[in-house]
C-alpha cells in the first residue's frame, strides 16, 4: 500500500531556531496537509497544498507540494515553544479522499 | 469557528461489550472520515460516507460498523470489543467527497479492560 516515509522520528531545536520536516513517498499524491497533533488531543490542519510545485505560507509555517508530487516538506521558522508536538504529513489520491499519514516527527524546542 | 465534535471524549468498556462512538461534523461538511489511533502510531482510515453512503473503507474490523445519518452525523458501533480495540478513534469531516482537506475532531479514547 501507500506509505508515507517522515524521520527522523524525533527533532530537538534551541527556541528561535528554525526547522525544516520532510515527507517523501514512491506514491503519487494529488493532495498535501500537515498536521500538528498534541498529545491525546486530534490533528490540527496547519497547511494544505493542492497543486504540485506550490508554496504556501501560514505565519512562521510554510509548506511546498514537491514538483514530481511525491514529497513536501514543512518549515518552521523562530521556533517558539507552543511549537511542540508531533508533526504528520498526510496525502490524498483524490480518488476516494482517504488520508494516508505518516509516522509523524515529535518536536521538542528547548527554552 | 464551529468544529467537529465527537461523543464521548473518554470511555471505558471490558472484553466482548459494545461501545458507540458519534461524530458531529462541522456545519455544511457532507462527507465523514473515521481514523483509529494506537499509541506511538500515526491515523489509520477506517471508513468514510459522503452524503449517508458508505464511500469507501480501510483497515475496519468486520466487528465494527457505521454510518452516517439525514443530519450528517455519524455512528461507530463496536462490538465483541477486544483489548486491542484500546485506541483514540477520530472522527474528520470534510465539504465534499472531492475536497481532501479533512479537519478533525478531538476524538475518543477507548480503553477495553
Known amino acids: 500500500g501507500q506509505q508515507l516515509n517522515q524521520s527522523p522520528q524525533s527533532m530537538f531545536i534551541q527556541e528561535g531556531e528554525d526547522v525544516s520536516m520532510n515527507c517523501t513517498s514512491s506514491s503519487i499524491f494529488n493532495t498535501w496537509l500537515w498536521y500538528k497533533q498534541d498529545p491525546g488531543e486530534g490533528p490540527v490542519l496547519l497547511i494544505a497544498?493542492?497543486?504540485?510545485?506550490e508554496l504556501t505560507s501560514n505565519g512562521r509555517l510554510t509548506a511546498q507540494f514537491g514538483i514530481t508530487r511525491k514529497d513536501s516538506f514543512l518549515n518552521i521558522s523562530a521556533s517558539i515553544p507552543s511549537d511542540v508536538g508531533i508533526y504528520f504529513c498526510a496525502g490524498g489520491t483524490g480518488a476516494n479522499s482517504k488520508l494516508t499519514f505518516g509516522k509523524g516527527i515529535t518536536l521538542s524546542v528547548r527554552p | 469557528a464551529a468544529g467537529v465534535i465527537q461523543s464521548p471524549r473518554h470511555l471505558i468498556k471490558e472484553k466482548r461489550e459494545t461501545a458507540t462512538l458519534k461524530c458531529y461534523p462541522i456545519?455544511?461538511?457532507?462527507?465523514v472520515y473515521w481514523y483509529q489511533q494506537g499509541p506511538g502510531q500515526d491515523p489509520q482510515f477506517l471508513i468514510s460516507?459522503?452524503?449517508?453512503?458508505?464511500?469507501d473503507k480501510g483497515s475496519i474490523p468486520d466487528r465494527f460498523s457505521a454510518q452516517q445519518f439525514s443530519d450528517y452525523h455519524s455512528e461507530l458501533n463496536m462490538s465483541s470489543l477486544e483489548l486491542g480495540d484500546s485506541a483514540l478513534y477520530f472522527c474528520?469531516?470534510?465539504?465534499?467527497?472531492?475536497?481532501?482537506?479533512?479537519?478533525f475532531g478531538p476524538g475518543t479514547r477507548l480503553l477495553v479492560l
Open positions: 456545519p455544511r461538511h457532507d462527507t
Open positions: 460516507f459522503y452524503e449517508k453512503m458508505q464511500s
Open positions: 474528520a469531516s470534510s465539504l465534499s467527497l472531492f475536497q481532501e482537506t479533512q479537519y
Open positions: 497544498l493542492y497543486k504540485a510545485g
